[in-house]
């Protein structure tokens, strides 16, 4: 089973809301992922969580900030976007972070 | 610096025909090459992997790709495109070994197959 899921399927916010995006795997992984990804463009790295502890940061705007409850669980919390975060926010996690990456259905986010 | 190109935005090919979508990379040291499939409005999809050994890799739904590293490229193929193979393709390549640990993709094609 290689399956990451991920909620909402779709959000809608406002430039003055707070949201959460959820991803969950139980595969065992112990390397998670955010990417964000615009239409027709390749997925962009934000974060990578290795055991649970944050190990890139790419340079991501603070009103993006994640959190690893546990190696299940992976969270990106959302504050005061600009309609330009509007994307698909997609999840992946990995054995290790050497190994396959495997992508959750992403969350398609829309910023007003 | 790792990097992979894929030079053809848009791939058409008709049902039954074969397709070939391109993929040449960069990466010092020996590179991890991955194919990754797209269907709109959904994530990423798991296609195939080469890390070492047998230059023709076989992965899902009949998609092969052949690495060749002398032309530094990883092409995927398929004897017979069906319709439903119509996508976004993604080629991405990591370095075995280094400080380069994270995936780098390709600009991606969008695949037509047309009945």
């Known amino acids: 089973d290689t399956e990451v899921t991920q909620t909402p399927k779709h959000l809608v916010m406002g430039m003055t809301n707070k949201k959460s995006l959820k991803c969950e795997q139980h595969m065992g992984h112990r390397a998670m992922y955010w990417y964000k990804q615009k239409a027709k463009k390749p997925p962009e790295l934000m974060f990578v969580?290795?055991?649970?502890?944050?190990?890139i940061n790419e340079s991501v705007p603070s009103r993006f900030s994640p959190e690893c409850p546990n190696s299940s669980l992976l969270n990106l919390h959302l504050h005061a976007l600009q309609p330009e975060d509007s994307a698909l926010y997609l999840c992946?996690?990995?054995?290790?972070?050497?190994?396959?990456?495997?992508f959750g259905p992403g969350t398609r986010l829309l910023v007003l | 610096a790792q990097s992979v190109a894929q030079p053809e935005d848009q791939v058409n090919v008709a049902e039954g025909n074969p397709l070939t979508v391109k993929c040449t990379y960069s990466v010092s040291g020996n590179p991890y090459l991955f194919w990754y499939v797209q269907y709109p409005n959904r994530g990423l999809q798991f296609l195939l992997k080469?890390?070492?050994?047998?230059?023709l890799v076989k992965g899902s739904y009949g998609f092969e790709a052949e690495f060749n590293k002398s032309q530094t490229s990883f092409h995927l193929k398929k004897p017979s495109a069906l319709v439903s193979d119509s996508a976004l393709y993604f080629c991405a390549v990591r370095a075995l070994s280094g400080s380069a640990r994270q995936l780098t993709f390709g600009s991606g094609t969008q695949l037509t197959v047309l009945p």
């Open positions: 969580y290795s055991y649970e502890k944050l190990s």
């Open positions: 992946a996690s990995s054995q290790g972070n050497r190994e396959t990456q495997y």
């Open positions: 080469y890390i070492t050994g047998d230059n």
